[in-house]
């Protein structure tokens, strides 16, 4: 007999501990996704930042065009963002990470007069599952997006 009244407790816990633990499998990919587009951001920024210390210098002197422009270079500071953004100098295709653009990419060279050319890159990133989370009227909703920022310094060769 005490078994019999014991068949539907399993069922029971279950349902009560299902939301937990899909909360827990969901926010564990978002995390595993956020880290992954921060490494393929790094790693984008940083071979961007080597393209440009190869072709940055077109006259080969001891320090760089100042302001490093477009017209000083051949055309490298549009050339090096499209290659973070597309993989490739001519700007086609779509972007390697959703949502990132050209405007997100800064180049400078830091501090002014060496030859050290400093490229970032910040990436607006956003959860699959909702950019925000709701608070039930306890407040305003919790945004859950946050920016992904890198920086590669290199030498112009």
Known sequence: MHKSNQQG??????????????????ATAELGRAIYQYNTLTKLVRDAARYLA?????????????????????????ETKNLLVYGNVNGSGSPLLYGLSTSN???????????RL???????????FGDSLS???????????????????????
């Open 105 to 115: 990419v800064s180049i400078a060279v830091s501090p002014s007069g060496t030859r």
């Open 54 to 78: 190869n072709t940055a210098d077109i006259r080969v002197t001891t320090n760089l065009p100042d302001p490093l422009s477009d017209a000083n270079c051949g055309n490298c500071i549009t």
């Open 118 to 128: 400093l490229v970032s890159a910040s990436y607006s990133w956003q959860p699959l």
């Open 135 to 157: 608070t039930f009227g306890l407040g305003g909703s919790i945004d859950l997006g946050f920016n992904l920022n890198t920086s590669y310094a290199v030498t112009a060769l």
């Open 9 to 26: 407790v399993a069922a029971v816990e279950f349902t009560i501990m299902l939301p937990f633990l899909l909360l827990t499998i969901f």
